[in-house]
């Protein structure tokens, strides 16, 4: 039975609250207030809030831009028509961001401040996805615009959020005190509405961000296409939405998956990576092994490898030679004994059968376009591609893990860019016509700061400017061709200085210029 922690919503949360300041009073720097939550956090915490503050999410001052397809507002420019070259998003010039992120169709900003009153979360576009993208501004917009440029969100007003998420249909928020907000709406597999909270109705859309009561604070979430992701301080991964985990997010039972569901992985977790453009989730534990699971159907799992393959096949064969041998060793010493031994029969062949007259033919079995193959992963598994890396080289680091709809990019400690997965379109950039890349294959840019991947498409953030590669229609990125089988440099950022973060949507991009 899986472990599972319900919310507030049915039963009373009998957990010790967290300690938390006056929402009036203005803080203190970043590192007091890291401090403070520190001390209440329990003993037998894995993940040090102070790591993961320092590690990418330190807030700076700087410009939000902005490229793409702008047809529900998500550019945050006043209007919704086409924009393939890079704008400013209205009202983000000189702002002190810590995090932001680009959903399938919306865009979520997370402004800090040492003081209180000046935090504040940004939303633009359209959260309510469908797949005829006939989707409805969410009803927090106030104005006549449709959600054409930031709006604020007002529930998360002063709260000293750390990291913000977004998917398809839902976003979610992390406060500095490990609290999580959510809003949105889950959907599964089919695209048919699973709701927002178990008591309440299917297609109930949640318009205001709403905390969710767990018994222990989180330290990082994320989302993919229509599920968030939480890690505990203490190592543990909970996931709700379309999990997948107990397989019925569909009817009746599609209620169960609103409630944080517990991830059983055989080792504790010091964080994961995953991306609203497809189901994929990779956790990494503290010895550097990496865990998948979601969907695989174009090897974006990272698990197929054939190194490992190789070493199963050459162990079976060492096992079934060490049985033939002693097998052998077994029946010259009953000989040398007098003993009768059993020679190994050969199997008969089957008669072939006749066609009766009028007797109707079986009909040809179905074709299994994977092979037979497993595809869809419900429990972590070992990423055997990825864990070889560290196999090959023991310092090898893993600094992100980006997914797109069926392909999946990887940066290392050295600047080095890794893709596999579909590539229909170019996608992994790596130079490559065929249409699935079965393993990482490195993808021809060096000193690559950063990466982010859309549904189709990939960004990389390098030394000598960005560069993007894949499905280029619909102004996703300025190319002269609808894809690109290798990474392009994207025009009209140079005269931004210092891009230090991107995020990419389903078809648009944000870049941060410090």
């Not at 993961?52 to 793409?68: D, F, N, P, Q, W």
């Not at 090898?396 to 590539?423: M, Q």
């Not at 950063?450 to 000598?464: E, P, S, W, Y």
Request: charged share 35%; with cysteine.
């Amino acid at each position: 039975m899986s472990k599972r922690r319900r919310s507030s919503s049915r039963s009373e949360d009998k957990s010790p609250k967290r300690q938390k300041k006056n929402k009036d009073e203005d803080s203190g720097s970043e590192e007091e207030e890291v401090e403070m939550i520190k001390k209440s956090k329990p003993k037998n915490q894995l993940i040090d809030i102070k790591d993961l503050l320092l590690e990418g999410k330190k807030s700076r001052v700087g410009t939000l831009l902005a490229m793409g397809n702008n047809s529900h507002g998500q550019l945050g420019v006043s209007t919704k028509t086409k924009r393939g070259d890079v704008v400013v998003i209205k009202n983000m010039t000189d702002v002190n961001v810590i995090d932001f992120c680009a959903g399938a169709l919306f865009t979520v900003i997370a402004e800090t401040s040492n003081n209180a009153k000046s935090r504040r979360v940004w939303c633009m576009g359209t959260m309510n996805f469908t797949k005829d993208s006939k989707s409805k501004p969410p009803s927090f917009v106030k104005d006549d615009n449709l959600g054409n440029e930031p709006e604020v969100m007002e529930t998360l007003s002063r709260k000293h959020i750390i990291q913000v998420s977004a998917g398809e249909s839902h976003a979610a928020a992390l406060t500095m005190e490990g609290e999580v907000f959510t809003w949105g709406i889950y959907k599964n597999h089919k695209g048919e509405s699973i709701g927002f909270k178990s008591n309440r109705a299917k297609t109930e859309f949640q318009d205001e961000p709403e905390e969710l009561h767990f018994s222990e604070p989180f330290v990082q979430i994320g989302s993919t296409a229509n599920k968030t992701v939480a890690l505990t301080d203490s190592g543990e991964i909970y996931e709700w939405g379309d999990t997948g985990l107990n397989k019925r997010t569909v009817g009746r039972h599609a209620k169960d998956s609103l409630y944080p569901q517990y991830v059983n992985i055989p080792k504790k977790v010091c964080k994961f990576f995953c991306s609203h453009g497809g189901e994929s989730v990779f956790a990494i534990a503290p010895d550097g092994h990496v865990y998948a699971w979601g969907y695989d159907k174009f090897y974006q799992l990272g698990i197929y490898s054939k190194a490992y393959e190789d070493e199963k096949e050459e162990e079976r064969k060492k096992r079934e030679d060490e049985r033939k041998k002693k097998k052998d060793e077994e029946d010259k010493k009953a000989r040398e004994e007098g003993k009768k031994v059993e020679e190994p029969k050969k199997k008969p062949e089957a008669p072939k059968k006749k066609d009766t007259p009028g007797q109707k033919k079986p009909a040809p079995k179905k074709v299994d376009k994977y092979g037979g193959r497993k595809v869809k992963f419900n429990r972590p598994t070992d990423a055997h591609a990825i864990n070889q890396f560290k196999k090959d080289d023991k310092n090898f680091e893993i600094k992100k893990i980006v997914c797109g709809s069926h392909h999946t990019v990887l940066l290392d400690g050295n600047g080095n860019a890794y893709a596999w997965g579909r590539n229909n379109f170019g996608q992994c950039g790596v130079n490559s016509k065929d249409d699935v890349i079965k393993e990482p294959t490195r993808v021809e840019l060096d000193n690559v700061l950063d990466i982010a991947t859309g549904g189709n498409h990939t960004l990389f953030v390098t030394k000598n400017g960005v560069y993007a590669c894949g499905l280029a229609k619909d102004d996703r990125f300025n190319s002269k061709t609808d894809q690109e089988n290798k990474p392009v440099k994207i025009e009209g950022l140079d005269k931004y200085k210092n891009i230090v973060g991107i995020s990419c949507g389903l078809r648009h991009n944000l870049f941060f210029s410090e």
